[in-house]
């Protein structure tokens, strides 16, 4: 990793829009926030982290919601209930990284936030 990481760079910003199916995400900086763009289908996300990736990097996942909920699961790389889609509502959840994976530590809805 020759770039400069946060907290001393800036955060890492990953964006997918419209994304279904098996989505992959590479995470390589401390701080990546992910957004997945009101979502076409169900998403299955496979996460890697870099491997000089510090214990207790944060991924965050934002997720705003169409008019159909859809929902994200953990394919490989993260451990965690992952997100139930609602209609019009946003979900953001956080995970943290262990070493080995990444684990969900919260879960944030927010309702009717179209």
Not at 24 to 29: D, E, K, L, M, R
Not at 79 to 102: C, H, S
């Amino acid at each position: 990793m020759s770039e400069i990481n946060f907290p001393f760079g800036a955060a890492d910003l990953q964006t997918e829009t419209n994304p279904t199916g098996t989505t992959a995400i590479t995470v390589s900086n401390s701080k990546t926030i992910v957004v997945l763009d009101e979502p076409s289908g169900a998403v299955s996300l496979d996460i890697t982290a870099d491997d000089e990736l510090p214990i207790g990097a944060e991924l965050i996942i934002d997720c705003p919601q169409s008019a159909t909920g859809r929902d994200v699961t953990f394919n490989s790389g993260a451990v965690g209930a992952g997100i139930t889609g609602v209609a019009n509502d946003r979900d953001v959840v956080t995970l943290v990284y262990n070493g080995t994976t990444f684990l969900q530590t919260r879960v944030e809805k927010i309702v009717d936030a179209a």
